[in-house]
């Protein structure tokens, strides 16, 4: 919680202010009972017409300031919360912005999503009632308390039997809930995952008839959070018909008390009045305090939330003295790299050593899970190896800045994202200045030319939110696309050929020969004939390399690549 209080800094000037109005506010009402006891004491019991009137408008302007004020006050209130969480939201962001992938396995996307919405909802909550109350319950409670007792300390004694009793009621409460707001949030983060999952994966849950299992799995958390929530509300529902009952018992002990000693003539009726007010007050006090002290262990497990997210350091940072930019030839050296994941057992990369050159292609094979997009990731720093190193003409990556690594880099994902909006939006992602003529060119190179224009608009098609209205092999070759109007010194295609038929994948591997004859290429592949032609490649196996070289050499002298080309080529081609 002390993080988001500390937000509170940028608001001071609202803050005081609110604590200044609150603090007048509240002085106000407590003076209405005297008021109240002086009509009665003066005005009814002696019937002065004229004292009643001209109290009565005081009470009147009183309580219209005091109205006024509330107004403000609230205003004011809910601009801090607000502003509060908005802040608060947008710091978030760009700290999640900055994660690494290391801290997006970390957190879930689905809790990161809750931190930043319910999570900093509560906060706001709980910060716009605290800015009220913090101030107004302990001077109702304290000067109220002063007050009554000024009026007629012999009833006093009233307090001391109904305050520790209301406290008792609050306490009891209290130690019951507390746990289970946590325990809320926690299943408000599953809720949403189990949703996210629901949603993204409806294709598959259709085919597979797996609705109801899916159902089920939301469900079970749906009926945990509903069964907490209603143990809450159960809770919390009795807590109002008990206070108005020991408020209510108040009364009876004040008028019963009180009664007494008017009859005796030791108390005029409107001080019993006043007393009455002030004990109300005083009693109601303790209420709101309760609230915040309800509230509050809600708002501080998602403030403890928020605050895990804020203080994260990532991993992966740029230098302090990074290297200064330039654009080189695009050499990438591996030299002894070897990697495993954050919270892994084992490496999956033992020892690489390559060296990709520039005007060149090397490709990598391997078997599902050899490790060949681990190897590919490390070159943008979606990790950071754990041994040797990876240098770009002869500068290793981790002494750059990690926006002029990424400068140099197009990188195609093995699952092609594109993002909602335009296809030209798309295509220029990475470089927005890009001209149409660029964009044709590079949807020419990636083959995506022709189904481009057969689109309604053109490079004006709208994307679905998801890509959900453009093919597979359409998705990969818009990719591509963006990637080569980013005319950068190294592209990366992990797998992105894998949902191509034949005929597009040569014509693309054959235009990418052309047309990026100067750059650094590298491209892990399924497939050996999109490979075979490739100036290098890199046979993976179990994260260590089993051969380096052509096809041709690599046919005659590595086991491991002659048995994943037989399995895929004709007699007469292995030959
Ligand atoms: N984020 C991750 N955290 C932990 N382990 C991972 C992670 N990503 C991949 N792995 C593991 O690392 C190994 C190599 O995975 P990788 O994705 O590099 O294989 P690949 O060669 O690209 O396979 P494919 O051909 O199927 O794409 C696998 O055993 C995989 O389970
Ligand atoms: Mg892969």
Redesign the pocket.
């Known amino acids: 919680m002390k993080k988001v209080f500390s937000y509170l800094r940028f608001y001071w000037m609202q803050v005081i202010a609110i604590v200044v109005l609150v603090f007048t506010q509240t002085m106000l009402e407590l003076e209405l009972p005297d008021y109240m006891s002086d009509i009665i004491n003066t005005g009814i019991v002696k019937q002065d017409i004229d004292f009643i009137y001209t109290k009565g408008f005081q009470m009147l302007a009183i309580a219209l300031t005091v109205a006024t004020i509330s107004v403000i006050t609230s205003f004011l209130s809910a601009r801090v919360g607000s502003g509060l969480s908005n802040k608060i939201r947008k710091d978030l962001y760009l700290k999640i912005e900055n994660f690494s992938?290391i801290e997006f396995?970390k957190y879930s996307t689905a809790s990161l999503i809750t931190r930043n919405t319910n999570d900093v909802q509560q906060v706001q909550m709980m910060i716009t009632m605290m800015l009220r109350m913090v101030v107004s319950a302990p001077l109702y409670a304290i000067i109220g308390f002063q007050k009554a007792n000024a009026l007629n300390s012999s009833m006093s004694w009233i307090f001391a039997v109904v305050i520790p009793l209301l406290v008792f009621m609050i306490a009891s409460i209290f130690t019951f809930v507390t746990p289970r707001f946590e325990r809320v949030q926690k299943l408000t983060d599953k809720l949403n995952l189990t949703a996210r999952e629901n949603l993204t994966g409806i294709r598959v849950i259709r085919a597979f008839n797996a609705q109801d299992t899916q159902a089920d799995k939301f469900n079970g958390v749906n009926i945990e959070v509903r069964d907490n929530n209603t143990i809450l509300q159960r809770i919390m529902s009795f807590m109002m018909p008990g206070i108005m009952l020991i408020m209510s018992f108040t009364t009876i002990l004040i008028v019963w008390v009180g009664a007494e000693k008017i009859n005796t003539g030791s108390l005029l009726i409107g001080d019993m009045m006043a007393f009455l007010q002030y004990a109300t007050q005083m009693l109601f006090s303790f209420v709101m305090m309760s609230m915040v002290f309800i509230m509050y262990p809600r708002a501080a497990v998602s403030g403890k939330r928020i605050a895990e997210v804020l203080n994260t350091k990532p991993q992966i940072i740029d230098p302090d003295q990074p290297v200064q930019a330039v654009r080189g030839i695009g050499e990438v050296k591996f030299e002894n790299v070897c990697f495993r994941?954050?919270?892994?057992d084992e490496d999956?990369l033992h020892d690489i050593t390559f060296t990709a050159r520039p005007g060149k292609t090397t490709a990598f094979i391997?078997?599902?899970?050899?490790?060949?997009?681990?190897?590919v990731?490390l070159i943008p720093r979606f990790y950071d190896v754990c041994d040797g190193s990876i240098k770009i003409d002869g500068v290793d990556i981790r002494a750059m800045k990690q926006s002029d690594l990424h400068d140099k880099i197009g990188y195609i994902p093995?699952k092609g994202v594109l993002f909602s909006g335009t296809i030209a939006s798309n295509l220029t992602y990475g470089r927005p200045e890009a001209s149409q003529e660029e964009l044709e060119d590079a949807a020419s190179i990636a083959q995506a030319k022709d189904f481009i224009l057969e689109k309604e608009g053109g490079y004006d098609y709208l994307i679905a939110q998801g890509a959900t209205n453009v093919s597979g092999g359409q998705k990969q070759r818009l990719s591509i696309a963006r990637a080569l109007v980013k005319k950068p010194e190294i592209y990366i295609f992990?797998?992105s050929f894998s949902a191509l038929d034949f005929k597009t994948d040569s014509a693309l591997r054959k235009a990418i020969h052309e047309k990026l004859s100067d750059a650094t290429v590298l491209i892990?592949g399924?497939r050996v004939s999109t490979i075979m032609s490739a100036d290098q490649i890199v046979v993976?196996e179990n994260?260590s390399i089993a051969g380096i070289g052509t096809h041709r050499d690599l046919l005659k002298n590595c086991p491991v690549y002659y048995e994943i080309a037989a399995s895929q080529l004709t007699k007469e081609e292995l030959a």
Do not use: R
Request: hydrophobic share 25%; charged share 20%.
């Open positions: 992938l396995d994941y954050p919270e892994a999956v391997g078997s599902t899970g050899s490790g060949k997009s681990t190897l990731n093995q992990d797998d892990v399924q993976l994260g």
